[in-house]
Protein backbone atom coordinates (compact mmCIF):
# COMPACT_ATOMS: atom_id res chain seq x y z
CA UNK A 1 0.00 0.00 0.00
CA UNK A 2 0.85 3.43 -0.56
CA UNK A 3 0.74 5.90 2.74
CA UNK A 4 2.39 8.73 0.93
CA UNK A 5 -0.69 10.35 -0.31
CA UNK A 6 -2.15 9.82 3.06
CA UNK A 7 0.44 11.61 5.02
CA UNK A 8 0.77 14.29 1.82
CA UNK A 9 -2.82 15.05 2.06
CA UNK A 10 -2.84 15.32 6.27
CA UNK A 11 -0.03 17.76 5.44
CA UNK A 12 -1.57 19.74 3.60
CA UNK A 13 -4.80 19.93 5.41
CA UNK A 14 -2.58 20.53 8.18
CA UNK A 15 -0.64 23.83 6.13
CA UNK A 16 -4.01 25.11 5.40
CA UNK A 17 -5.24 25.13 9.16
CA UNK A 18 -2.46 26.79 10.24
CA UNK A 19 -2.29 29.74 7.34
CA UNK A 20 -6.24 30.31 8.05
CA UNK A 21 -5.85 30.04 11.85
CA UNK A 22 -3.17 32.72 11.44
CA UNK A 23 -5.19 34.76 9.47
CA UNK A 24 -8.37 34.25 11.57
CA UNK A 25 -10.40 32.04 10.38
CA UNK A 26 -10.89 29.88 13.00
CA UNK A 27 -14.28 27.79 11.25
CA UNK A 28 -11.94 27.07 8.28
CA UNK A 29 -8.45 25.84 10.61
CA UNK A 30 -10.57 23.79 12.91
CA UNK A 31 -12.19 22.33 9.81
CA UNK A 32 -8.87 21.96 8.15
CA UNK A 33 -7.31 20.79 11.39
CA UNK A 34 -9.41 17.84 11.98
CA UNK A 35 -9.34 16.37 8.81
CA UNK A 36 -5.37 16.65 8.56
CA UNK A 37 -5.91 14.86 12.46
CA UNK A 38 -8.60 12.08 10.96
CA UNK A 39 -5.87 11.88 8.08
CA UNK A 40 -3.08 10.79 9.81
CA UNK A 41 -4.53 8.60 12.12
CA UNK A 42 -5.83 6.55 9.12
CA UNK A 43 -2.39 6.37 7.56
CA UNK A 44 -0.98 5.16 11.25
CA UNK A 45 -3.90 2.67 11.17
CA UNK A 46 -3.01 0.94 7.71
CA UNK A 47 1.01 1.15 8.30
CA UNK A 48 0.37 -1.07 11.29
CA UNK A 49 -1.90 -3.58 9.86
CA UNK A 50 0.31 -3.68 6.68
CA UNK A 51 3.70 -4.49 8.48
CA UNK A 52 1.18 -7.12 10.54
CA UNK A 53 -0.01 -8.35 7.77
CA UNK A 54 3.91 -8.35 6.08
CA UNK A 55 4.75 -10.18 8.63
CA UNK A 56 2.37 -12.62 8.71
CA UNK A 57 2.95 -13.62 5.03
CA UNK A 58 7.02 -14.35 6.27
Known sequence: M??????YWALIFLVVAI???VLGFGG???????IAHVLFWIAIILL???LVLGLLRR
Open 2 to 7: NFGNLL
Open 19 to 21: VAG
Open 28 to 34: LAGAAGQ
Open 48 to 50: VVS
